[in-house]
């Protein structure tokens, strides 16, 4: 089993940028994706962004696309989600995940780990 730590949430004014980090632990992994996921209260959860092994392909959600960055540093373990121009419809906990596969993918059945999520909340 894989253990997924997200950090780095909390609440900013719109136009403010936040850092989500997200921590692997508990097992060693081989060529897994990572993404990014979020979900609003009464919300289902919805797909953010996601890169491959390598880090070399990345897909964003459209409302997202140009504002934010994923990235990942395979020797720290650990992915992140940098978020610039934030609005308040980006309210939400975001969740990371990660894939069965090296392929980048939105697609959540993809996924076979997800961790807890961070709260992230943008005020107008």
């Known amino acids: 089993q894989v253990q997924l730590v997200e950090s780095g949430g909390g609440s900013v004014q719109a136009g403010g940028s936040l850092r989500l980090s997200c921590a692997a632990s508990?097992?060693?992994?081989?060529?897994?994706?990572m993404g990014w996921f979020r979900q609003a209260p009464g919300k289902e959860r919805e797909f953010v962004a996601t890169?491959?092994?390598?880090?070399?392909?990345?897909y964003y959600a459209s409302s997202v696309k140009g504002r934010f960055t994923i990235s990942r540093d395979n020797a720290k373990n650990t992915v992140y989600l940098q978020m610039n121009s934030l609005k308040p419809e980006d309210t939400a906990v975001y969740c990371c995940?990660?894939?069965?596969?090296?392929?980048?993918?939105?697609?959540?059945?993809?996924?076979?780990?997800w961790g807890q999520g961070t709260q992230v909340t943008v005020s107008s």
């Open positions: 890169i491959s092994w390598s880090g070399l392909s990345t």
């Open positions: 995940a990660a894939g069965s596969g090296s392929y980048a993918t939105q697609a959540k059945y993809e996924y076979k780990y």
């Open positions: 508990g097992r060693t992994f081989r060529g897994y994706a």
